[in-house]
């Protein structure tokens, strides 16, 4: 459809998109809001949610407000649900979904410990398998040094005589299914760990015309540790790990750009669009601030917002 448009309008409308002032795409803050949405702490069976963490179901938009605000960074939206007897939290990211084991908020070590949901599942019993890489927007979630790297084909399909050596990664488990996508063929995970593992994963994948090859970050420490044990490994210690999960560090890298940091300097709790676009600024007593808590948002300027936008 958009091949067919004349040229001009889609010129005048890149035009428009880089010279509209972002702050217009969202509205902003009204100049009150419910502090008992954004609270401060919560806890989500044994993980504490706490700002810029918040709960996802904290983001409704308000009757005398069209649109949605965060009370945290978009993207640590953090769903709280009942299974069984247990709270779980998860975090969606890049439309996977992940269940957070813990989070840490010394200011040195601000991280994350995150499972693929998938694998928490059951299916596959011992022998998991990986649906997806583990991608995320890097505004406010970065890789960790902590991780290593855990990769699998799937549904090797031979074009030509495989190793023998490649049968040590072999995933060896009778629960085992490929995912959906893959072939029918076997299956292997391979630790990169050296040159050898590289170079069995490089034949493999060359030999294995269609194969799907899933990467995914897991713990160091933990893989280290489980993979000293070559002959499970395969039928079952791999699952272990990856039930252990991987690590994510989590901080803003905008800096200074979007004022956030005033109104953290303030006190207050960034309110971000669904566009991760800064909104205001959360402040003590249910009150708005623009961009931080030494300039609260006259509450007529939100009247009359809400008065245009009703008539
Ligand atoms: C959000 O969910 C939590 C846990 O399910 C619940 O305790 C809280 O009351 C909910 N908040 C809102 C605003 O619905
Ligand atoms: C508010 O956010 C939810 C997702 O969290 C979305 O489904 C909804 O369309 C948004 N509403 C507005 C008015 O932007
Ligand atoms: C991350 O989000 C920002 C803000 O929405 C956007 O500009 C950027 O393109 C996104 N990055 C990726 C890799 O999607
Ligand atoms: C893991 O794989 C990703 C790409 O899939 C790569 O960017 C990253 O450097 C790897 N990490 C380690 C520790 O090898
Ligand atoms: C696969 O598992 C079976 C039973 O646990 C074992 O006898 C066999 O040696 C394993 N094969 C490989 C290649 O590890
Ligand atoms: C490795 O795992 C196998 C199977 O679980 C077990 O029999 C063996 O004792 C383990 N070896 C070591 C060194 O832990
Ligand atoms: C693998 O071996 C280790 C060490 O002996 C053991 O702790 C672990 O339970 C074994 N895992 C499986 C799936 O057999």
């Not at 890049?94 to 928490?120: A, E, F, N, P």
């Not at 406010?140 to 790297?149: A, V």
């Amino acid at each position: 459809m958009a091949v067919h448009l004349p040229c001009l309008p889609v010129l005048l409308f890149v035009f428009l998109a880089v010279h509209v002032p972002v702050t217009h795409a969202d509205p902003p803050l009204p100049s009150t809001y419910d502090v008992s949405m954004c609270s401060e702490s919560f806890s989500c069976g044994v993980v504490e949610i706490r700002y810029p963490f918040y709960l996802a179901n904290a983001t409704e938009a308000t009757a005398d407000y069209s649109g949605n605000f965060s009370c945290g960074y978009t993207d640590l939206s953090i769903s709280c649900k009942l299974e069984g007897q247990t709270w779980i939290p998860t975090i969606r990211l890049d439309g996977d979904d992940y269940t957070v084991d813990t989070i840490s908020y010394h200011y040195d070590h601000q991280t994350i410990l995150l499972v693929d949901s998938d694998v928490l599942g059951g299916a596959g019993g011992d022998c998991p398998a990986v649906r997806h890489e583990v991608s995320f927007n890097g505004t406010w979630l970065h890789s960790s040094s902590y991780n290593d790297n855990l990769t699998f084909l799937f549904g090797c399909d031979p074009r030509g005589p495989v190793p023998p050596e490649c049968d040590a990664y072999k995933i060896n488990c009778t629960q085992f299914k490929s995912p959906p996508g893959a072939g029918p063929g076997d299956s292997f995970v391979v630790v990169m760990t050296d040159e050898n593992d590289r170079y069995l994963e490089q034949e493999l994948a060359t030999k294995c015309g269609n194969t799907m090859v899933v990467t995914v970050p897991v713990r160091g420490d933990v893989l280290m540790a489980a993979s000293y044990n070559k002959s499970n490994f395969t039928s079952g210690g791999y699952g272990g790990v990856l039930k252990r999960g991987f690590e994510l560090e989590w901080s803003r890298i905008t800096g200074t750009a979007d004022g956030c940091h005033l109104c953290e300097a303030s006190n207050g709790q960034c309110a971000y669009s669904q566009n991760r676009e800064f909104l205001g600024c959360l402040c003590h007593g249910g009150k708005a601030g623009s961009p931080d808590c030494e300039h609260i948002v006259p509450a007529t300027a939100s009247t009359a917002t809400a008065s245009r936008k009703s008539s």
